[in-house]
């Protein structure tokens, strides 16, 4: 059965900090995390390989780092310098994703 169990979001002030945990249940050579605010699309927030290459999009890059331990499966977001617009519902998947298997995610809210 595939599964992703997100945890670790909360309100935290502009600058501050979170660590996003992923618990998920599939063996997988690509894994991501994903953002979406209502009314927009989910987007890719980071992505990393089965060996550890990494990749970010263009506005988290030196602000976040995903990192993977393959045999506890589970897939982690550090989440430094966060900014307002960084406010969203995080899920991590298969990069690119199984539609049918998103998780319940994990808010984050970053507001003074």
């Known amino acids: 059965q595939v599964q992703f169990v997100e945890s670790g979001g909360g309100l935290v002030q502009p600058g501050g900090s979170l660590r996003l945990s992923c618990a998920h249940s599939?063996?997988?050579?690509?894994m991501g995390w994903y953002r979406q605010v209502p009314g927009s699309q989910r987007e890719l927030v980071a992505g990393i390989t089965y060996s550890g290459s990494t990749k970010y999009t263009d506005s988290v890059k030196g602000r976040f780092t995903i990192s993977r331990d393959t045999v506890k499966k589970t897939v982690n977001l550090q989440m430094n310098s966060l900014k307002p617009e960084d406010t969203a519902a995080y899920y991590c998947n298969l990069d690119p994703p199984l539609n049918n298997f998103w998780g319940q995610g994990t808010q984050v809210t970053v507001s003074s």
């Open positions: 599939v063996n997988a050579l690509n």
